[in-house]
T-cell receptor, first 112, second 114 residues
Framework: AQSVTQLGSHVSVSEGALVLLRCNYS??????LFWYVQYPNQGLQLLLK??????LVKGINGFEAEFKKSETSFHLTKPSAHMSDAAEYFC??????????FGSGTRLLVRP | EPEVTQTPSHQVTQMGQEVILRCVPI?????FYWYRQILGQKVEFLVS????????KSEIFDDQFSVERPDGSNFTLKIRSTKLEDSAMYFC????????????FGPGTRLTVT
């Protein structure tokens, strides 16, 4: 069965610093992987997706993620954090029945 | 830009009451989903719906839950007799293809059962 593990429930960075949010997945089939962002009191917005094309995926707001099959990872990065990036980030895998299986989320705090 | 909408944004109900959460998916989408997020926890899949029938449901989606697409635009989630543990944010999502394409999420309905 598919599963997602996000290391670190909270990550704190300074404004301008590198953002790295970790996601590891388990999948018995070639996975489709997603990162979603949730701002306070809002729904889930897709940041980016991996669907077996390029392993380095670029998303909105300067985020990108790299699919590494050997490491079963799909970590999310952004070179320079902005205050507006403060939110909760969810990694998800789409399983063979197409439902999304989410990780437990990582809350990103950005310090001025 | 097309978006998924949900009503109401917040619903307060008493334990044992029936609630209906409403969603309007993106118009050309064919696949519909409900997820829930209990406060402080991960987003959990409830049910998927295609071609006017349930494709898959989770263990959470017991006999107290039902879904319906009563017309060409709405997609509803009904909880027949709410329990305190049903308090959560409920998200509707839709997609225009299955698997490869992203699901578009609505803003959610916060259900509070007292």
């Amino acid at each position: 069965a598919q599963s997602v593990t996000q290391l670190g429930s909270h990550v704190s960075v300074s404004e301008g610093a590198l953002v790295l949010l970790r996601c590891n997945y388990s999948s018995s089939v070639p996975p489709y992987l997603f990162w979603y962002v949730q701002y306070p009191n809002q729904g889930l917005q897709l940041l980016l997706k991996y669907t077996s094309a390029a392993t380095l995926v670029k998303g909105i707001n300067g985020f990108e993620a790299e699919f590494k099959k050997s490491e079963t990872s799909f970590h999310l990065t952004k070179p320079s954090a902005h205050m507006s990036d403060a939110a909760e980030y969810f990694c998800a895998v789409s399983d063979s029945s197409y439902k999304l299986i989410f990780g437990s989320g990582t809350r990103l705090l950005v310090r001025p | 830009e097309p978006e998924v909408t949900q009503t109401p944004s917040h619903q307060v109900t008493q334990m044992g009451q029936e609630v209906i959460l409403r969603c309007v998916p993106i118009s050309n989408h064919l696949y519909f989903y409900w997820y829930r997020q209990i406060l402080g926890q991960k987003v959990e899949f409830l049910v998927s719906f295609y071609n006017n029938e349930i494709s898959e449901k989770s263990e959470i989606f017991d006999d107290q839950f039902s879904v319906e697409r009563p017309d060409g635009s709405n997609f509803t989630l009904k909880i027949r007799s709410t329990k305190l543990e049903d308090s959560a944010m409920y998200f509707c999502a839709s997609s225009d293809n299955v698997g490869h394409y992203e699901q578009y999420f609505g803003p959610g309905t916060r259900l509070t059962v007292t």
